[in-house]
T-cell receptor
Framework: KQEVTQIPAALSVPEGENLVLNCSFT??????LQWFRQDPGKGLTSLLL???SQREQTSGRLNASLDKSSGRSTLYIAASQPGDSATYLC???????????WGAGTKLIIKP | NAGVTQTPKFQVLKTGQSMTLQCAQD?????MYWYRQDPGMGLRLIYY???????DKGEVPNGYNVSRLNKREFSLRLESAAPSQTSVYFC???????????FGDGTRLSIL
């Protein structure tokens, strides 16, 4: 059974720092991996989607990498800003209907 | 551009009551999903509909039923609410597995 883990559960860094969020999964047979952002009391916003055949995706200050063999993905945020404060979740697509198995998220606080 | 709309946003029920959570998307997406999110945990899939006319169980279907009314609408019904069903419920949709899922803002449900 696929399990997804995100460590740490919470992270607080000063504004301007570059940072890395981690996601690990137990079964390398995945269809894709997605990173989402969740603001308090809101739904989830998709940030990046990496297909199983890809190694990384970039969008603005965000870069996500995927290493299926080691069961790991990282989300790199460059030059962090207070507006980046949110909970970041990763989710793994596990079948042809693209059911997602989710990590519990990393709560990120960027201090001004 | 509304995206995914969920109603109601908040609801308090008594144990044993029934209710239906509504979800509608205006993006012409084929697939729709219902998740629940509990504190400290990742999202868990309740039911999904890969296409109009089909529904399938997810990870935690017990106590719930769904209806894919048409391509736009996917409802979730609690027949006899239990305190363990207190949670935040999210509806999501996607045009296909290679595209990200789009989420509604959630329904916060409390069962007393």
């Amino acid at each position: 059974k696929q399990e997804v883990t995100q460590i740490p559960a919470a992270l607080s860094v000063p504004e301007g720092e570059n940072l890395v969020l981690n996601c690990s999964f137990t079964d390398s047979a995945i269809y894709n991996l997605q990173w989402f952002r969740q603001d308090p009391g809101k739904g989830l916003t998709s940030l990046l989607l990496i297909q199983s055949s890809q190694r990384e995706q970039t969008s603005g200050r965000l870069n996500a990498s995927l290493d299926k063999s080691s069961g790991r993905s990282t989300l790199y945020i460059a030059a962090s800003q207070p507006g980046d404060s949110a909970t970041y979740l990763c989710a793994v697509g596990v079948d042809s209907n693209y059911q997602l198995i989710w990590g519990a998220g990393t709560k990120l606080i960027i201090k001004p | 551009n509304a995206g995914v709309t969920q109603t109601p946003k908040f609801q308090v029920l008594k144990t044993g009551q029934s209710m239906t959570l509504q979800c509608a998307q205006d993006m012409n997406h084929n697939s729709m999903y219902w998740y629940r999110q509990d504190p400290g945990m990742g999202l868990r899939l309740i039911y999904y509909s890969a296409s109009e006319g089909t529904t399938d169980k997810g990870e935690v279907p017990n106590g719930y039923n769904v209806s894919r009314l048409n391509k736009r609408e996917f409802s979730l019904r609690l027949e006899s609410a239990a305190p363990s069903q207190t949670s935040v419920y999210f509806c999501a949709s996607t045009s296909g597995g290679r595209r990200p899922q789009h989420f509604g803002d959630g329904t916060r449900l409390s069962i007393l």
